[in-house]
């Protein structure tokens, strides 16, 4: 678009929003740990934000920057314009929201924002000829409030995996539905999962950055609409001990930009996958482990990895095997093998969506750079294999803790520099500060165990 038919545009949606009653617009941007913040301003102030931007002071955000090095400032991406639909224009603080690109004081995009870091990898794509295209599947409990109104694991039903009758929060879904698509993401389903309390909702595949924005929208906008029910969503990977955990698995294809189609299908391949599918899944598989620390984040994620709870802890891939780390879902009866597509079952919800996004996809490009080959599928079941079977197979594993996953990350050079040195070295501090944390706790399992028994 033109910078003159740019500036039109603009200017009526800012028109058409303060006609509606849109008195403020949130600025919105990730930290490091994909947590949004906000700065608001007047509509009448955001004519000025488009041209010129608007400051900040980035020392108060984790990751960002010194306080010597404070000002930054945020360019509204006006192609994320929405209202929030719970801050409706009606009232008298109708408010919109705007997603923001960082910039620093010389106009340079800033290298620690993770919509930046993951640009630069939807470019690197871009240049080898393909759009990323990803969906991601975000698990959620809702939890009911303990007696005092502190927040607790207590699950807001006792239903399981597509229940009906017992299932609570159906109303409470359709509203979160409601307001993603007010937000202009299109749900394609919505229903309830395996433990109790716990949900999912998916929405459209798309390309990497605009899904990573949606991603952060859907977190954004579930807890708003959990809250106004007087419950909490969450999406820790596993706030309950025994049952399920929340993943995100997340679809990914390349799309050809010179032949206009799905550069992952061959109709000549058992399971539909091209060369190219074949060794951006390989690409994957090797850097499993060193991309891990930012798929699953926390120590709580290394919970949720473990054999026994439909989550991956084995360097494979297959079909109908969901203990493989990358399966290959069916293309729907009647559909094209268009539709073919790779999903990775390791990262969690509670990642940070831009760089979980830019760790696989910089994983994925460099097996198809590399001309990496894939090995054979495995399609039993490892949770029931032994340990020496899996050996002599020569299957390897994902870390089992967060502090082994960091070190695994700070080996992995390619997924080092498609993070880049500011925001690996910010992360692997926070990080290795919640595990020193951690691992030095002494807790109530230790206490009941030992305390009498020694």
């Known amino acids: 678009m033109a910078d003159k038919d740019k500036a039109a545009s603009t200017s009526d949606t800012i028109d058409a929003a303060a006609a509606s009653g849109i008195r403020f617009i949130q600025l919105q941007f990730t930290d490091i740990m994909g947590l949004v913040k ?17 400051w900040f002071d ?62 630069r990898q939807v470019e690197r794509a871009a240049k080898l000829g393909y759009i990323v295209n990803t969906g991601p599947e975000l698990e959620f ?3 009911r409030r303990g007696e005092d109104g502190a927040i607790e694991p207590l699950p807001h039903d006792e239903a399981g995996y597509f229940d009906f009758s017992t299932d609570l929060a159906q109303e409470i879904r359709q509203d979160m539905v409601d307001a993603l698509e007010a ?29 990573a924005d949606n991603a952060i929208t859907f977190k954004f906008a579930l807890k708003a609409i959990a809250q106004q029910h007087g419950l909490y969503a969450t999406f820790m990977p596993k706030p309950i001990h025994g049952i ?3 993943g ?9 930009i010179a032949d206009q189609r ?14 190219l599918a074949r060794s951006y899944m390989a690409g994957i598989l090797a850097h499993a482990r060193g991309m891990i620390a930012v798929l699953a984040p926390l120590v709580n994620s290394y919970k949720r990895l473990v054999p026994g709870y439909e989550a991956p802890t084995y360097l494979t891939w297959g079909r109908t095997n969901r203990s493989a780390l990358i399966r290959v879902p069916m293309v729907s009866p009647g559909k094209s093998i268009e539709g073919t597509r790779a ?112």
């Not at 995100?248 to 050809?256: A, D, V």
């Not at 992952?264 to 060369?275: E, I, K």
């Open 58 to 119: 980035g020392s108060s955000i984790e990751g960002f920057t010194r306080i010597a090095e404070s000002d930054q400032y945020l360019m509204p991406d006006m192609s994320t314009f929405a209202e929030i639909p719970w801050q409706k224009g009606s009232g008298p603080r109708g408010t919109a929201r705007i997603i923001c690109d960082v910039f620093t004081p010389s106009g340079q995009p800033f290298v620690g924002d993770p919509r930046f870091v993951l640009r």
């Open 343 to 454: 999903e990775v079952r390791c990262p969690d919800p509670s990642s940070n969506t831009y760089l979980a996004f830019t760790a696989m996809i910089a994983a994925g490009l460099d097996g198809v750079e590399r001309g990496l080959k894939l090995a054979e599928p495995v399609e039993e079941s490892l949770f029931e294999m032994d340990a020496a079977r899996i050996a002599e197979k020569g299957i390897k594993e994902l870390p089992g803790t967060l502090g082994e996953a960091l070190d695994e990350l700070e080996r992995d050079e390619v997924i080092r520099e498609a993070l880049g040195e500011h925001v690996l070295n910010h992360f692997l501090d926070a990080k290795r500060a919640e595990w020193d944390e951690y691992r030095t706790q002494v807790s109530d399992w230790e206490v009941d165990r030992y305390l009498e028994q020694f």
């Open 38 to 54: 906000a700065v608001t301003i007047p509509i009448h102030q955001l004519k000025g934000s488009v041209e010129h931007g608007t």
């Open 141 to 143: 409990f809702l939890f």
């Open 244 to 246: 399920n955990g929340s």
């Open 183 to 211: 937000f202009g993401i299109r749900v394609e389903a919505a229903h309830h999962e395996v433990a109790a309390g716990q949900h999912e909702i998916d929405f459209e595949y798309s390309d990497a950055l605009r899904t």
């Open 262 to 275: 799905n550069a992952f299908a061959d109709a000549s391949n058992p399971y539909g996958l091209s060369d």
């Open 248 to 256: 995100m698995h997340t679809h990914q294809s390349l799309f050809s």
